[in-house]
């Protein structure tokens, strides 16, 4: 820092030299394309900001110009007296100690999040009374800060559980039913009427119709209902949309079993999950890749596809097991596995070999 001045004066010197061999006219037109640029530079810079180097080397020269030229410098008494105020201020200033509360840490803030999502009836209190327990000292009102920032609502509006929360909950006694259609070769529409067991992920493909009216619809859910037998005991909950081809009669083959039943928001698949994502994985693994000829040719594909779903096909939410089988025992060994082929090959099973 202490040979920037020298260098700085250095430079200056050289340059007034290399003026002395340059001619007046061409000196003079350069004070005229300087002088432009710096009033095209006042229209545009409001406050510039020298340096100490820059104001050092303008205070310098400025003794060099005429009263009249030192009025067009940017350098003006306001500007003097500011810098003088600059040094003053910068000379009784002190450090001082921050005030006001600690930062929280990062672990206390993720702990507080972490309770609030895991446990939806706690209030900001009940979470700062469950911190001070575990040892850690956090204000209720910081807890509540914490909570408004990542933007969680306070504990009655988050207090219901979630359409997943519940699924999960409730699963062994759900059931969940949905329509879904396909066209055919000739343009028809066909429409076909499934329930899936949530606990389970058993499915079962009841009907396949062209015109699914309320009786029919009805009709369908009196045949699950022999189907299940003394199963339906087990049930608690149906979970169906608003379509209308659900009647009352439908209803009541259900709720005289003392089975409720659950309407799912207007367009809300999610509330729906299950059922949604069976149809959706049938579509891909099957309807789009095949031409369905007409409803017989359906309802054959699908008994195909529900067999395969629920004896073969693995679930995540089973632990890799199928609804209506569970895992093999290890094998150790050779590895012998023979594949066999459904509805031409789109779908493959595999099987240990004996």
């Not at 001619?23 to 004070?31: F, L």
């Amino acid at each position: 820092m202490a040979l920037r001045p020298l260098y700085l004066i250095f430079v200056r010197l050289a340059c007034w030299v290399v003026l002395l061999a340059r001619s007046q006219r061409s000196k003079d037109a350069e004070i005229l394309v300087l002088r432009h640029q710096l009033a095209v530079l006042r229209r545009q810079v409001a406050r510039p900001r020298p340096s100490w180097a820059d104001r050092a080397v303008i205070s310098a020269l400025a003794r060099l110009l005429s009263p009249e030229g030192r009025r067009r410098l940017f350098v003006t008494p306001g500007t003097l007296l500011r810098w003088h105020a600059d040094l003053v201020r910068r000379r009784w200033t002190f450090k001082r100690r921050s005030q006001g509360r600690p930062p929280i840490r990062d672990s206390i803030r993720s702990l507080a999040l972490r309770l609030a999502r895991e446990n939806p009836l706690w209030g900001y209190r009940r979470i700062a009374g469950e911190l001070a327990a575990l040892g850690y000292r956090a204000g209720a009102s910081t807890v509540w800060l914490i909570l408004k920032k990542a933007g969680i609502d306070p504990a009655p509006r988050r207090a219901g559980p979630s359409w997943s929360e519940f699924l999960r909950a409730q699963a062994t006694g759900i059931l969940a039913c949905d329509f879904f259609h396909c066209d055919t070769v000739l343009f028809k529409r066909l429409y076909c009427l499934v329930v899936m067991a949530i606990g389970t992920r058993r499915v079962h493909v009841l009907g396949v119709t062209e015109h699914p009216t309320g009786p029919w619809v009805a009709q369908q859910a009196r045949n699950l209902r022999i189907e299940l037998g003394d199963r339906a005991e087990g049930f608690r909950f149906l979970i169906r949309d608003r379509d209308t081809k659900f009647t009352t009669m439908f209803d009541e083959v259900f709720t005289a079993e003392g089975i409720g039943i659950i309407k799912t928001p207007p367009r809300a698949p999610r509330a729906n999950a299950c059922a949604e994502r069976w149809i959706g994985g049938l579509r891909r693994e099957l309807l789009d890749r095949i031409l369905i000829v007409n409803a017989r040719h359906l309802r054959r594909v699908l008994a195909a596809y529900e067999t395969h779903f629920n004896e073969h096909r693995p679930h995540r939410s089973l632990g890799q097991a199928a609804p209506l089988r569970a895992l093999s025992d290890p094998v150790e060994g050779d590895i012998k596995v023979i594949r066999r082929d459904h509805l031409g090959g789109l779908i493959h099973e595999y099987a240990q070999v004996a």
